[in-house]
């Protein structure tokens, strides 16, 4: 993990997830380069919800299902703390990682607000008729996060479609 020795206070928060192609990294990682930010690598565990909340956007959080033991809360998941070391590790900006918890937007939007981020990153979805399904019922959350707070909200395309091809939801 980079140990943050970038002189520019300005952050970027990036939106991980698990099977998440790189490409979402490695975008943030050049925005941030480029803007002279580091990064906050948020991953939102949906499976909890926030109970409290820290000035730094860090938060404490329980489990939605009151019958699940109450697990390393807080803890980043250390797959995917493994699979950005691999990613970002050779990359010259300095990374953070950050759990949350909740509805992922709000979720995003809350630590933005916390750190002041310059802006939020987040990957669209690959297609597929799940996919699609939940996201009509649930709403991006780009979309959500475009609505919701005065950011701007770089949305990294992962299976962009041909001009002229029928999109995945027509």
Excluded: K
């Excluded at 790189?22 to 990064?39: F, H, I, M, P």
């Excluded at 938060?59 to 803890?75: H, R, Y």
């Excluded at 691999?86 to 939007?109: I, N, Q, S």
């Excluded at 979309?143 to 992962?158: E, G, S």
Aim: charged residues 25%; glycine residues 8%; negative net charge.
């Amino acid at each position: 993990m980079a140990d943050g020795s970038r002189p520019s206070q300005s952050v970027i928060v990036v939106a991980v997830e698990r099977g998440q192609p790189d490409a979402v990294l490695l975008q943030a990682s050049a925005l941030a380069n480029d803007l002279r930010c580091s990064l906050i690598c948020a991953h939102v565990d949906m499976g909890r919800y926030p109970v409290e909340e820290h000035d730094d956007g860090s938060v404490v959080s329980l489990p939605i299902d009151p019958d699940l033991p109450e697990l390393d809360e807080g803890a980043f998941d250390p797959e995917l703390a493994a699979h950005i070391e691999a990613v970002l590790g050779r990359e010259p900006v300095p990374y953070t990682l950050r759990v949350l918890a909740g509805d992922p937007a709000r979720a995003l939007g809350r630590l933005a607000e916390a750190v002041n981020a310059r802006l939020i990153v987040v990957g669209t979805h690959r297609t597929g008729l799940r996919r699609g399904v939940r996201d009509f019922f649930n709403g991006s959350v780009a979309v959500h996060l475009a609505h919701r707070q005065h950011r701007p909200v770089v949305v990294v395309p992962l299976s962009p479609v041909a001009d002229g091809a029928r999109l995945p939801w027509e």
